[in-house]
T-cell receptor, first 113, second 115 residues
Framework: DAGITQSPRHKVTETGTPVTLRCHQT?????MYWYRQDPGHGLRLIHY???????DKGEVSDGYSVSRSKTEDFLLTLESATSSQTSVYFC????????????FGPGTRLTVT | AQSVAQPEDQVNVAEGNPLTVKCTYS??????LFWYVQYPNRGLQFLLK??????LVKGSYGFEAEFNKSQTSFHLKKPSALVSDSALYFC?????????????FGKGTRLSVIA
């Protein structure tokens, strides 16, 4: 998994509560990404980061915020969780060099009740 | 804009038979193309990529993919399927001239290899 860990791996939370998911990498990659995976939708980009304190929105960013205060950590926050945010969340990094392949963490399964 | 289409939600193939998982793409320039595989309860694993050069690309686990520029396709193939190949497969694309934009993924194709 290219030195990528995600925590927690599973979480159940109630509607309206804040939730923070953590992605940690050990190889000093500059680019990091958060995706969600849902049946029938494949992978959809939520937010990404191209350096410390540099982030940008993806196609499904509403209801999510991110922060990156250190190279190794990329946090995804659901300010007030909704049932539509029940999903599996994947973090990814992009390798250095020209080809831009991405490597993924093991995922976090989030259930909002 | 970049996009990827995987026209089949599900592909069924008998063990030992050849398999093909289809992917077509749309970019304004020249593409970088990728295939990933996802086993149950796991993250996506990189299989292979096309950057430039030979249109036939070989990757992990005996998989290969053929880049066809005129048909804007990048189909994944394997000469002889194994039951262990059963998984979810994703195609992804990035325009070479799109700066630092992330990969765009298809919706995935579930491959089922039947013994």
């Amino acid at each position: 998994d290219a030195g990528i860990t995600q925590s927690p791996r599973h979480k159940v939370t109630e509607t309206g509560t804040p939730v923070t998911l953590r992605c940690h990498q050990t190889e000093n990659h500059r680019y990091m990404y958060w995706y969600r995976q849902d049946p029938g939708h494949g992978l959809r980009l939520i937010h990404y980061s191209y350096g410390v304190k540099d982030t940008d929105k993806g196609e499904v960013s509403d209801g999510y915020s991110v922060s990156r205060s250190k190279t190794e950590d990329f946090l995804l926050t659901l300010e007030s969780a909704t049932s539509s945010q029940t999903s599996v969340y994947f973090c990814a990094i992009r390798t250095s060099g020209g080809e831009y392949e991405q490597y993924f963490g093991p995922g976090t399964r989030l259930t909002v009740t | 804009a970049q996009s990827v289409a995987q026209p089949e939600d599900q592909v069924n193939v008998a063990e030992g038979n050849p398999l093909t998982v289809k992917c077509t793409y749309s970019v304004s320039g020249n593409p970088y193309l990728f295939w990933y595989v996802q086993y149950p309860n796991r993250g996506l694993q990189f299989l292979l990529k096309y950057i430039t050069g030979d249109n036939l690309v070989k990757g992990s686990y005996g998989f290969e993919a053929e880049f066809n520029k005129s048909q804007t396709s990048f189909h994944l193939k394997k000469p002889s399927a194994l039951v262990s190949d059963s998984a979810l497969y994703f195609c992804a694309v990035r325009d070479r001239n799109s700066g630092n934009t992330p990969l765009v993924f298809g919706k995935g194709t579930r491959l089922s290899v039947i013994a």
